[in-house]
């Protein structure tokens, strides 16, 4: 009987990539044209991207982290700077500020938007502070009008931390298509995937320079036979075979945002306000659900949130965690960031999980899930 239920109950990770047969064969078409590294498929992607979001200059890279990274560069932000950022993200959003020798000054998150808390972030402005890092958390947009009159007032640059965003709208508007430097992830569990990648929208003349100076040894061409190097850059150009398997994730981009919309609804149409957990804030058409991280009551729990990823796991049911806080990790603490100080961001760090959510799931996977976390927590309460 068990053994029945496994065969047509196989393990439900909490995110997977869609790949249709269509990009397979058109990367198999860019392995065999010869032509691997960039070319016109990073040229022919970056041009969709662009035409996706409204016109703006798109410029790809092989991560989102090497994108805000250069983004920050290109901004002129470095040693003695200092750069707002939630204490509440990937920890990709506060290494790149170091890398550059800047220093983040963390604030805290919404409990359930887990977006950047914007009065403390205008309390955090210094003189020393060049620019603001958001992060879309989950893909739900921060307030991007308190976001950019707050920049405006201080002079702040603004670079986003879209890794999540892809797709989501701001008051009808996609993110990255407006705004300053909005950096794209296209990781496999993100939204859209090149496998690695990612993409900046947006950036003024000087700064787009600067971004293709750093992405790419600082090589300037001089003729047929000659070259230049302006500034010693790195190196970070996606290839074109990344960038085939971007444009065949672009054209289903609409239509995953909508399936995991969908996905998410019949989470809370099944838990409503008789959950167990503590949902994420649901946000409108314009969230794109790059994961569903509810809370869990962990005070009321016998179990530890380890032990509640065990036996989801024992359920053949794979739960993540996005994000512990950033601030309580080694390097950080080092800068003297503590406990306490950010109780949001602390609590979701603790607290959170990350329930399957991918386009390729039914509404029947959600069912499952729920039924699972209902039995763990009702096994589990004090
Ligand atoms: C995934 C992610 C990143 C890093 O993206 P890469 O493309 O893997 O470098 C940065 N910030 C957030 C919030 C992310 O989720």
Redesign the pocket.
Known sequence: MSAVQKSVQPFLPFTRPSIDEETIALVAEVLRSGWLATGPKVAQLEAELSRYLGGRPIRSQ???????EMALLACGIGPGDEVITPAL?????ANVIMRVGARPVFVDVGLDSRNIDLDQAEAAVTPRTRAIMP?H?AGLPADMDRLYALAARHKLRVIE?A??AIGSQWRGKRIGSFGDLV?????P??NITTI???AISGGSAEELKSIELHRWHGLVKLGSDGFDTLLPGGKSNLSDVAAAVGIGQLKHLEAFNARRRALVARYFELWGARAPVRLPERGDDGHSW?VFTPLLPLTELRISRSEFIEAMKARDIGVGV??PAIHLYSCYRALGYHEGQFPNAERVGRETVTLPLFPAMELRDVDRVVHAVNEVLAGARR
């Open positions: 092989t991560s989102a982290t090497a994108g805000m993200s990937f920890v990709a959003t992060v958390f931390d890794a999540h950096c794209f992830s296209f990781h569990n993100k690695e990648g990612g790059h996005h994000y």
